[in-house]
């Protein structure tokens, strides 16, 4: 494969963004840029990475932080897991590694969170080890200078690329490398409209050359993501607001206001309230005070917001809570969106 290398390591030199963890490319600022990375765009990630680093400026802080904490300090951006692991890393590395995050892929990969992504993306970037860093961007670029008809969602043209990259990765900078060709395809061969004429690859772009660049990269399209509802329940007690803490996979750790799951927003009171009985809640459904939808990867919620008169004992793992004590607790964003509509519509009973 022939690509140019030194051409595109020219444009990065005068083209790169100016980031925080590029000014010195400490280990453990790369590796929290990359973890937000893997599901939030760059220029939506900087306030809360720079929140995140000035409340955990250390990796020995962030290990030593309570996990609801870390948690709440991840809010809003979504994905929880990733904070789950970064915390659960954090205290492995301080344990078996002495608080030295490792440098090699291999051994990155050893550790809670560290997929071939994020493993290869703090041993480039932080360590300068000579191994490729396939994301979105890498396998855009990839598949339009070679117009390759393979589907990048397909896990075997993902291996292909990165066999093709490891041979042509400069092992003097990897970093840069890495770094340059992930940054063309933010800023330049993005996914719509990509600026071809300021392309430091147009020559060598086979896609260009076919006057082609909008059939690629082939992309299976996904299927439509389920709808799943639910009935969000609000019960208060003297101002303050019943929440359950999650134990599920999805979201664990955070808080949130009991939800019950339906076979459709249109079931009946009685059907929700027979369903709240295996949540060991017992209640009389009252008014609904509207309805909130957020998507996640694999389904779309569906809430309907229902007023809720408790009557009895509250299950292990619910509490009363002030909205300012509320604050501080991590919720989902669909929990928060519930929240200000309910405050704002008053205190209730």
């Given at each position: 494969m022939i690509f140019p290398t030194k051409t595109l390591l020219r444009w990065f030199s005068s083209n790169q963004r100016s980031f925080p963890w590029r000014r010195e490319y400490l280990p453990y600022e790369v590796w929290v840029c990359e973890v937000m990375a893997q599901q939030t765009r760059m220029d939506q990630l900087l306030p809360y990475y720079e929140r995140f680093l000035k409340q955990f400026p250390s990796l020995h802080a962030l290990a030593s932080a309570p996990y609801p904490e870390v948690l709440k300090a991840w809010e809003g951006l979504g994905y929880y897991?990733?904070?789950?692991?970064?915390h659960q890393a954090a205290q492995k590395i301080v344990k078996e590694f002495s608080g030295k995050i490792p440098s090699t892929q291999?051994?990155?990969?050893k550790l809670p969170g560290?997929?071939?992504?994020?493993?290869?993306?703090?041993?480039s970037i932080a360590f300068q080890k000579a191994v490729p860093v396939v994301d979105g961007n890498v396998l855009r670029v990839m598949?339009?200078?070679?117009a390759a008809p393979q589907d990048i969602a397909d896990q075997r043209t993902r291996k292909e690329f990165q066999e093709q990259l490891q041979k042509i990765i400069p092992s003097g900078n990897p970093r840069a490398f890495n770094e340059a060709?992930?940054?063309l395809g933010a800023l330049i061969c993005t996914p719509h409209n990509p600026l071809c004429i300021q392309c430091p690859l147009q020559k060598d772009c086979r896609a260009l050359a076919l006057n082609a660049v909008e059939r690629f990269p082939v992309k299976k399209k996904k299927a439509k993501i389920p709808s799943r509802h639910f009935a969000l329940l609000v019960i208060r007690k003297n101002g303050k607001i019943l929440l359950r803490q999650r134990t599920e996979k999805l979201l664990a750790g955070m808080w949130e206001m009991p939800l019950i799951e339906l076979t459709h927003l249109t079931d009946s009171v009685e059907s929700i309230e027979d369903k709240m009985k295996k949540t060991g809640l017992k209640g009389k459904i009252g008014r609904r005070k509207g309805t909130l939808t957020h998507t996640y990867t694999h389904f779309r919620q569906?809430?309907?917001?229902?007023?809720?008169k408790l009557n009895g004992r509250v299950p292990s793992g619910m509490k009363f809570f002030s909205p300012k004590e509320?604050?501080?607790?991590p919720l989902p964003r669909i929990q928060h969106k519930a929240l200000?509509?309910?405050?704002?519509?008053g205190s209730g009973s």
């Open positions: 897991s990733r904070a789950r692991h970064l291999e051994e990155l990969l560290f997929g071939p992504y994020i493993s290869a993306a703090v041993a598949a339009r200078v070679n060709i992930m940054e569906e809430a309907g917001i229902f007023e809720t509320i604050e501080g607790l200000r509509r309910i405050i704002a519509g």
